[in-house]
């Protein structure tokens, strides 16, 4: 049974703009930080972005003040809003919780900035 969904990746020239959404179990979602990961070719997977469940967040140096990260706790859903990217913001992103399950990962959304 699939506990994340990300979703909203594709294709942008820099500068652009995405916005990713993760749909996630309760179990996984409810009352935990949860956080927006990122996997680029050859690259180990690295925390980007994560929030508390009461909304407090913290963010990758490279990516503060571009992304923003935000939660609907009452429809188990995180977001990524992503601005002014850049080609090495190119990866997958991946939703799932601060503590994690390694068979809790989901599929990913692939994000290509182009230059």
């Known amino acids: 049974q699939v506990q994340l969904v990300e979703s909203g990746g594709g294709l942008v020239q820099a500068g652009g703009s995405l916005r990713l959404t993760c749909a996630s179990s309760?179990?996984?979602?409810?009352?935990?930080?949860m956080g927006w990961y990122r996997q680029a070719p050859g690259k180990r997977r690295e925390l980007v972005a994560a929030?508390?469940?009461?909304?407090?967040?913290n963010y990758l140096d490279s990516v503060k003040g571009r992304f923003t990260i935000s939660r609907d706790n009452a429809k188990n859903t995180l977001y990524l809003e992503m601005n002014s990217l850049k080609p090495e913001d190119t990866a997958v992103y991946y939703c799932?919780?601060?503590?994690?399950?390694?068979?809790?990962w989901g599929q990913g959304t692939q994000v290509t900035v182009s230059s």
């Open positions: 799932n919780a601060i503590i994690y399950s390694d068979s809790d």
């Open positions: 309760e179990r996984i979602f409810s009352h935990k930080p």
């Open positions: 929030i508390s469940h009461a909304g407090n967040t």
